[in-house]
């Protein structure tokens, strides 16, 4: 028989009600009552094993407790620890973070990548709470009070074995939110967990879009569903220092709510992560749009005196928005820029188109030319 050592010393972390649901899970079934005391548990599949449940005006109740959950532990041959813990997840959802790479195998792994490991698993929940009250590209600047005090909730539990395995406990408390889908009131951690399973899904979709397409816009009807830089980064975070690792999330929803639901896997490999490393950089406006060919008109020219290179600001469409693109020209191509400018004659022009927030500009410039007749387009 398993048994602990530290009955009398442990904090118990669980609540009489919990510890019923459990036992109610469980199929224990409640057999009598010490007068206003505690309640008397009993197992179908075996009488002798016998819990007695204090009620919370009980006497010593937290010793009470503690001997309750003693009694659990030694009908299941476990320790106390271990059912305490299921019957906190009971009252929880669970966020495990798989990682899968020959280097962690038996189950450990480097002390920097399992750091960056736990660090974006945290960060990853923090951007799906955010999402709650606003969606946008990216959260920059100071952490909103109400995602902050969810984070604070948040219990790392015991790692497991198989690959490396880590989970992030989050309480479920009972301040409700409203859900926009549903119209009904949801705990604020409930909220969080189905904002996160609603990004991963839309991020899912719009990465399986580009995939097809490598047009970085199918990400914006992502940003509806909560994905952000923020969460990409915190994905790409659990691939570990070097990005060179797969994994898997598990959202494990808590047991016994009319709205859970069954756990949701959403895997990650190398091809995946490149991707994600590309709507993180769309959503920061600073990526490249590699082998384009640009046509539009030269709004400006600039150049200093004396200096073959010039610049030319082309107005033109980007992947269908209108954007004033700078290509550093030089020679005879510049002269050829300026006659465009001056006749009002279309350009085009090849290369990988750098978009930043505010600017964009045309990389590795060639073929350009003039386009006399606009009907050539």
């Known amino acids: 028989m398993i048994s602990d050592n530290n009955v009398g010393t442990r904090v118990v972390r669980v609540t009489a009600e919990q510890l019923r649901s459990y036992l109610e899970l469980k199929d224990w079934f409640e057999d009598g009552k010490i007068k206003s005391v505690a309640t008397i548990w009993h197992r179908h599949d075996d009488l002798d094993a016998e819990v007695v449940l204090p009620f919370p005006s009980a006497k010593d109740h937290e010793q009470r407790l503690k001997e309750a959950i003693a009694a659990i532990a030694a009908a299941e041959n476990r320790f106390a620890q271990q059912v305490e813990e299921d019957v906190g997840r009971i009252f929880a959802n669970v966020v495990s973070v798989r990682v899968i790479h020959p280097d962690t195998c038996d189950g450990n792994i480097p002390i920097n990548d399992g750091v960056l490991l736990i660090e974006n698993a945290k960060e990853l929940l923090l951007s799906a709470a955010q999402s709650l009250r606003a969606k946008r590209k ?84 992502a940003i509806l569903s909560g994905v952000s830089a923020n969460m990409c980064d915190a994905l790409l975070g659990l691939s570990g220092i070097n990005r060179n690792r797969s994994f898997e999330i598990k959202i494990t929803f808590q047991v016994g709510r009319l709205f859970a639901t069954e756990p949701r896997t959403f895997a990650y490999d190398a091809n995946q992560v490149e991707t994600l490393k590309k709507a993180s950089a769309y959503y920061k406006e600073d990526y490249v749009l590699e082998n384009r060919k640009i046509t539009g008109f030269v709004k400006n020219l600039s150049r200093l005196q004396g200096e073959r290179l010039g610049t030319a600001t082309i107005q033109c469409k980007v992947d269908d928005i209108d954007r004033l693109v700078k290509v550093d020209l030089e020679g005879d191509d510049y002269h050829n820029a300026v006659r465009a400018h001056d006749q009002e004659l279309y350009v085009r022009v090849s290369g990988d188109v750098h978009i930043m927030s505010r600017s964009a500009r045309l990389l590795r410039p060639h073929e350009f030319m003039v386009i006399d007749q606009p009907d050539l387009l």
């Open 138 to 221: 990216q959260f920059i600047g100071k952490v909103a009070a109400d995602a902050k005090a969810y984070i604070d909730t948040l219990l790392l539990g015991q790692t497991e074995i198989g690959s490396y395995v880590v989970n992030v406990i989050a309480p479920i408390n009972e301040n409700p939110e409203p859900d926009n889908q549903t119209a009904e009131s949801v705990p604020h951690a409930q909220a969080v967990t189905q904002s996160l399973v609603a990004g991963l899904e839309a991020l899912e979709k719009a990465s399986t879009e580009f995939e097809g397409n490598q047009n970085l816009r199918v990400f914006d009807n």
